[in-house]
């Protein structure tokens, strides 16, 4: 229950952070957090899929949250890396 809370703030609050590190480099901040939200939800996920499980509650959850800042930076720099190229 707290993964539903937890992984979306994951990715607003990367998305915000870097946003704010790359102002005027990269996108803009309202972007950066909706991409952010986007990869935390689809890196917790994946993670999920893959089935690296550890024993106990709380490895799994810390392990969630691991996946989803994984996937908020990793969608964030993509669509960093493609709106550059464009």
Avoid: N
């Avoid at 957090?33 to 709380?58: D, H, P």
């Avoid at 908020?72 to 960093?80: D, E, K, T």
């Amino acid at each position: 229950m707290i993964l539903l809370i937890a992984i979306p703030v994951i990715g607003i609050v990367s998305g915000a952070l870097i946003g704010s590190l790359t102002e005027g480099r990269g996108l803009a901040m309202v972007p950066s957090v909706l991409v952010g939200l986007a990869g935390s939800i689809a890196g917790a996920f994946l993670f999920a899929i893959i089935g690296v499980k550890l024993v106990g509650e709380v490895p799994a959850f810390i392990l969630s949250l691991f996946g989803a800042a994984v996937g908020a930076i990793a969608l964030i720099i993509v669509v960093g890396l493609i709106k550059r190229t464009l």
